[in-house]
């Protein structure tokens, strides 16, 4: 059965980094998958931040977080990172990990992944 465990969130100020990780177990081959990040907001829907295909590295991202945002992929150990610099208080959600079999279109899409952390918080403050 594949788990995914989200690490890393917190409170920081507006500026600040946070480099979220993703722990993905129960599969023997890493490759081959799309993993992506989400994120939701009170009252928001669940919205696709950055996705990696993990044959290739071909990474995604939405318009909001390009250039602040880099997610990577270690496959030796399964683990998924998502680094976030210039961190704003828009950003401030629940992360979520997500994963599944094959490329990543439509990788934005919540209902094309199969498998998803618990995820964790991240707050900015102004």
């Known amino acids: 059965q594949v788990q995914l465990v989200e690490s890393g969130g917190g409170s920081v100020q507006a500026g600040g980094s946070l480099r979220l990780s993703c722990a993905a177990s129960g599969y023997t081959y890493a490759s081959n998958r799309c993993m992506g990040w989400f994120r939701q907001a009170p009252g928001k829907e669940r919205e696709g931040v950055a996705a990696?295909?993990?044959?290739?590295?071909?990474?995604y991202y939405t318009d909001s977080v390009k250039g602040r945002f880099t997610i990577s992929h270690y496959n030796a150990k399964n683990t998924l990172f998502l680094q976030m610099n210039s961190l704003k208080p828009e950003d401030t959600a629940m992360y979520y990990c997500?994963?599944?079999?094959?490329?990543?279109?439509?990788?934005?899409?919540?209902?094309?992944?199969?498998?998803w952390g618990q995820g964790t918080q991240v707050t900015v403050s102004s």
């Open positions: 997500a994963a599944r079999w094959g490329s990543c279109r439509y990788w934005d899409t919540a209902n094309e992944y199969y498998y």
């Open positions: 990696i295909y993990t044959t290739g590295g071909t990474t």
